[in-house]
């Protein structure tokens, strides 16, 4: 059966279920899809160290004061990039936490 390498896009003969037209077209191909994979997981990481640096400031000026949602904002923090949610209902950024205590008013914590 004629096809055309999903790589270099020549046509060779092979199975129905094969892609590629050679070990190297595969590897190749495929070492990008993780380069490409790996590039968003380390922006993913890279926010939430940002997240903790900005949590470790803030904390630094307001200690154990509550913080408005606003006021993390306006320095960078950005809340979807978490490294988890504990069954405490505090989200963990790195080392770092960050407790609700009333409605847009959040608690620093180290932890």
């Not at 055309?4 to 899809?33: A, V």
């Not at 950024?93 to 914590?109: E, S, T, V």
Request: hydrophobic share 40%; net charge positive; charged share 25%.
């Amino acid at each position: 059966m004629k096809k055309q390498c999903k790589q270099c896009h020549i046509m060779f003969e092979g199975r129905r279920n094969k892609d590629f037209c050679s070990i190297s077209c595969k590897s190749f191909h495929n070492n990008e899809l993780a380069i490409y994979r790996n590039r968003n997981l380390k922006l993913s990481f890279d926010r939430i160290k940002a997240n903790k640096n900005v949590l470790v400031g803030l904390h630094q000026l307001f200690g154990k004061d509550a913080v408005s949602i606003e006021l993390l904002e306006r320095a960078g923090f950005q809340p979807a990039f978490t490294s988890v949610q504990s069954n405490q209902n505090v989200l963990i950024y790195d080392d770092w936490g960050l407790k609700q205590i009333a409605k847009n008013q959040f608690q620093i914590i180290k932890l």
